[in-house]
């Protein structure tokens, strides 16, 4: 069982519609991240966050951590918001903390 | 303030070949990650430097993989003798120390003919 689940592995939604990417961890973690990646493109951080919430624009990050589940939030999506969106965490201890492990990633496709 | 350089972005080897990618942090940064992204799969640690020091090298392969971060130029990552297998995108990502949020580069496509 990976460290790191994410859920779902694809998602569709058509443009207006709210979305959510879950993602479940096993270990104690320092904080969790969310990255975007767009086809063929580099890796952009969207929050990393240790307790409760962050929103940024239309993106909102929580996290629960005693339950070890973090969900991204996209407001009101649009076809540019179409990227994979990947969680990770870094742990605690020693050299732990500034290593990231990562989700498979959630394919999240808007469409017009 | 420029963000993580990577160069090259693009990079053909050929079987036996060396091959060496090149990543230059931001700009005050000092803690540098290396990370893999194997063709339909996800990202891996690879390695974690800090200036002149290896500070975390578990996910590296025991062979033929080496990484520096000298105290001055970038991180390098070295590939002796590629394989076919290596074939990848390799990600590199810097810090202003090991708690902050992690900056990526563009990435370094790797093919292996």
């Known amino acids: 069982k990976n460290e790191v689940e994410q859920s779902p592995q694809n998602l569709t939604a058509q443009e207006g519609e709210f979305i959510t990417i879950n993602c479940s961890y096993s270990v104690g973690i320092s904080a969790l991240h969310w990255l975007q990646q767009h086809p063929g493109g580099g890796i952009v951080s969207l929050f990393m966050l240790s307790s409760g919430k962050k929103k940024h624009g239309r993106l909102i990050a929580t996290i629960n951590i005693q339950e070890k589940h973090s969900s991204l939030h996209i407001t009101a999506s649009h076809p540019r918001d179409s990227a994979v969106y990947i969680c990770?965490?870094?742990?605690?201890?020693?050299?732990?903390?500034?290593?990231?492990?990562f989700g498979q990633g959630t394919i999240l496709t808007v469409h017009p | 303030n420029a963000g993580v350089m990577q160069n090259p972005r693009h990079l053909v080897r050929r079987r036996g070949q060396e091959a060496r990618l090149r990543c230059s942090p931001m700009k005050g940064h000092s803690h540098v990650y290396w990370y893999r992204q194997l063709p339909e799969e996800g990202l891996k640690f690879m390695v974690y430097l800090q200036k002149e020091n290896i500070i975390d090298e578990s996910g590296m392969p025991k062979e033929r993989f080496s990484a520096e971060f000298p105290k001055e130029g970038p991180s390098i990552l070295r590939i002796q003798q590629v394989v076919r297998g290596d074939s990848a995108a390799y990600f590199c990502?810097?810090?202003?120390?090991?708690?902050?949020?992690?900056?990526f580069g563009p990435g370094t496509r790797l093919t292996v003919l």
């Open positions: 990502a810097s810090s202003v120390d090991r708690v902050a949020t992690q900056y």
């Open positions: 990770a965490v870094s742990m605690f201890g020693g050299t732990s903390y500034g290593k990231l492990t």
